[in-house]
């Protein structure tokens, strides 16, 4: 058997299916309609689909254990025996011990969820503490290696790496630090290490993206043990270190003064990281695995520019071979299935198994040469670019940006609004039922006509307004039934957005979204919300917020353009959504929430690269929400991020109420808050939506006095984490009655 590295190869690829069958099983599992035999054997099918895709498109190196029922962080925590005792206490099987983690039971809540670096893929945090009993568990590994073996595939099973592991994770107990386990963690994946090269694998994978942040000499110190102590195994496979999102800097030249036998780079998000590799002088007997296809983007591949580069990297190495960025995770499975987009649009594009085509030819151009490389696309259309909308972008004043002073808004929202300390809200959306996606499904294949259409979405929002009322909430919703996602919703009513129809990427669990594509100047062809809108507030006395989604998180959650800066699309983007606010105000909307929980997701990796992106990002946020007047009250929403790295920008957003996923992190932002002083209205989430269970009322009124500790009550909301989209309407409705029965207690306290 060869032990060559090979040519080609991807980092990953998507898990969920071609049409989500992934999703499907796994949501039909914990609705008790399947059993546990039978979601293994569809994931067992998707597998082998995938491993059989890959090696036909002619990789010639697959990676394995990539799959996952829910993350492979959590699959990682599995792997290496960190589950923590309160769900090991549980008594429950190993797969409902891993979908308790994951989700929460009645007994236990989940572990805390945020993004994957800059990504809008949602992992798990690893809780690990001085207990933590750590304990070689190699059984998926081995078992999808195994399935891979029996159709005839070699395959590389991918772990994430033991450093990124514990950087990655938060301790149970306040106080310590994760990484000082480091060495106990090392033992457990030497055991790993023997057990698959005792079956016969021949490298393995072990991810390591957290270097490609900034990392202090002994984090990288620590990096550097790590490996000369897992390349002294014996009878181990060889070792395959992977990074990307971003240049290695200071961590590459470690990693290279370690045995390990390959390291993969990012030449695409990481440019630098090539001008590292001609001044490292170390690359004797290694692989360099160089990421030269974007495995984030949907754009394909300038061929000629990644072989360029590739050559650079050729005339450094023993060995070089092809691969994507990083995982095809992050871009939906076949534009073959997209028949209905534009075709000089789609001539353009590539997903995941169209940039497994571009890595094997780049493999086979840069063993063979470079003639058989296709021409390059001709210009993008000059239908794509709108003068009116740079010519409004150019005339934009500093003033466009800013609104009177908060205390003199907040005085004026109150004497218009009158609400009541504590006031109760929710986020926006309210449970998705089938009868609903089957509306809309068939208002769009044409079997149901508007009128009819509009009369089922708005018997929706009046059951959304009464029972909003029924509930007791201050500030209501309209629960957004019209709305697939609240990226794509927006993006399929303006310029320049193209619209997938199979295009589904993995969110976090079973959660997917089908990313709007932005290929040109972007602007608003007519008002996008305000029917919908002012129609729910026609039903009630009470405020009804206006619903937007922010320009930087439509930026994130889209496949951006690259022929022009991200600061600029977010321009235009904010001035369409500035046009809504106008109209929604105009309207006699009082209340207009323009959510951001992209923020910190687009942050740039690096500190050095911070600063350019806040300003940038913080000013499309003003643009779009300044053209107000001081007595309608803007709201922004941020969820599943680290937000004291932000925490400033937050307050420079200067919304007048900011709501915050809270409650699996155990409400640390208000920290962060009390440390920067702000003085502005904030709602710390008190309900982890992103679970099943329903939250007491004692634990609603616990988090609320921790809040209120720290956030004066006449500045502190009440709500959940997150939209309601996911969740049912009998747990809605208690935990809803649970949160505004804790507010009411503190309000008499």
């Not at 589950?83 to 206490?89: G, I, M, S």
């Amino acid at each position: 058997m060869s032990t060559a590295f090979g040519q080609s190869t991807v980092l990953g690829y998507p898990r969920i299916g071609g049409n989500r069958e992934l999703k499907k099983a796994v949501e039909a599992y914990w609705a008790g309609s399947i059993d546990a035999d039978e979601l293994a054997t569809t994931a067992a099918g998707l597998r082998v689909e995938v491993w059989r895709a890959l090696r036909d498109a002619g990789l010639d190196a697959i990676p394995s254990n990539t799959f996952s029922y829910y993350d492979h962080v959590l699959d990682t925590a599995v792997a290496v025996g960190a589950v923590p005792q309160r769900f090991a206490h549980l008594g429950l099987s190993e797969l409902n011990t891993y979908f308790a983690m994951a989700r929460g039971v009645d007994a236990e809540p989940a572990l805390e969820l945020t993004k994957w670096f800059d990504t809008n893929y949602h992992y798990l945090v690893p809780e690990i503490d001085d207990d933590t009993v750590f304990a070689a568990n190699p059984v998926k590994a081995l078992r999808e290696y195994r399935e891979a073996r029996e159709v005839g595939i070699e395959t590389r099973p991918v772990l994430v790496g033991p450093a990124t592991f514990l950087l990655l994770a938060k301790p149970s107990v306040p106080g310590r630090d994760p990484i000082d386990r480091l060495p106990d963690l090392i033992d457990v994946y030497a055991d790993i290490l023997r057990a698959l090269a005792a079956d016969g694998v021949q490298w393995v994978q072990l991810d390591e993206p957290a270097y490609v942040t900034d990392r202090t000499a002994a984090e990288i110190d620590a990096l550097r043990e790590a490996y000369n102590r897992l390349c002294a195994v014996q009878q181990r496979p060889k070792i395959f270190v992977a990074t990307y999102f971003a240049t290695l800097d200071d961590a590459l030249p470690a990693l290279l003064n370690t045995p390990v036998e390959a390291i993969g780079l990012d030449l695409v998000a990481g440019p630098g990281n090539l001008q590292r590799l001609a001044g490292a002088g170390q690359l004797r007997g290694k692989t360099i695995v160089a990421g030269l296809v974007d495995g984030r983007n949907v754009w394909r591949t300038d061929l000629r520019a990644a072989i360029s580069a590739g050559a650079a990297v050729t005339g450094l190495a023993d060995h070089v071979a092809v691969s994507t960025s990083c995982s095809l995770l992050h871009v939906p499975v076949d534009l073959s299935a997209e028949t209905a987009l534009d075709p000089n649009l789609r001539q353009r594009l590539a997903f995941a198994r169209q940039k497994v085509d571009e890595v094997v030819l780049l493999g086979r151009a840069l063993r063979n040469g470079t003639t058989s490389l296709p021409a390059p696309l001709p210009a993008a259309p000059a239908a794509w670019y709108d003068g009116t909308v740079r010519g409004r972008l150019a005339a934009l004043r500093a003033a466009d940006r800013q609104r009177g002073g908060y205390p003199q808004r907040a005085a004026a929202q109150q004497a218009r609004l009158r609400l009541p300390a504590l006031p109760t809200t929710t986020i926006g959306s309210f449970p998705q039922t089938d009868e609903l996606r089957k509306a809309r499904a068939a208002y769009r294949a044409g079997r149901l006509d508007e009128a009819a259409y509009t009369e089922r979405m708005r018997a929706e929002v009046e059951r959304v307004i009464r029972l909003q009322e029924r509930l007791g909430l201050d500030v209501l919703v309209h629960g957004e039934p019209e709305r697939n996602d609240m990226v794509q919703y927006f993006g399929e009513q303006l310029s320049g957005f193209a619209a997938t129809e199979h295009g589904w990427v993995q969110s976090y669990g079973s959660r997917c979204v089908r990313p709007p594509i932005i290929y040109g100047d972007v602007a608003r062809k007519a008002p996008m919300t305000v029917e919908w809108s002012t129609y729910a507030q026609s039903l009630t006395d009470r405020p009804v917020k206006g619903m937007l989604t922010g320009p930087v998180t439509i930026l994130a959650w889209s496949f951006v353009r690259s022929d022009q800066p991200l600061g600029d699309t977010a321009d235009q983007v904010a001035l369409a959504l500035r046009d809504e606010c106008r109209d929604l105000e105009a309207a006699g909307v009082r209340v207009i929430q323009v959510d951001e929980p992209a923020l910190r997701e687009t942050l740039p990796l690096r500190a050095a690269d911070q600063k350019a992106y806040l300003d940038w990002a913080v000013s499309a946020f003003r643009l779009a929400t300044c053209g107000v007047a001081d007595d309608t009250q803007i709201h922004t929403h941020l969820c599943y991020s680290e937000f004291g790295e932000v925490i400033t920008a937050i307050d420079a957003l200067d919304a007048d109420v900011t709501s915050i996923e809270a409650s699996r992190s155990k409400m640390e932002v208000l920290d962060d808050l009390a440390a920067t002083g702000y003085r502005r209205g904030v709602g710390p989430g008190v309900w982890d939506i992103h679970s099943p269970r329903v939250p007491s009322r004692a634990e609603v009124v616990e988090a609320l006095r921790s809040a209120v500790a720290v956030v004066p009550a006449e500045r502190l909301w009440v709500n959940p984490d997150c939209g309601l989209k996911t969740r049912g309407y009998a747990e809605v409705q208690a935990s809803l009655e649970h949160l505004v029965a804790a507010a009411a207690e503190l309000r008499r306290g």
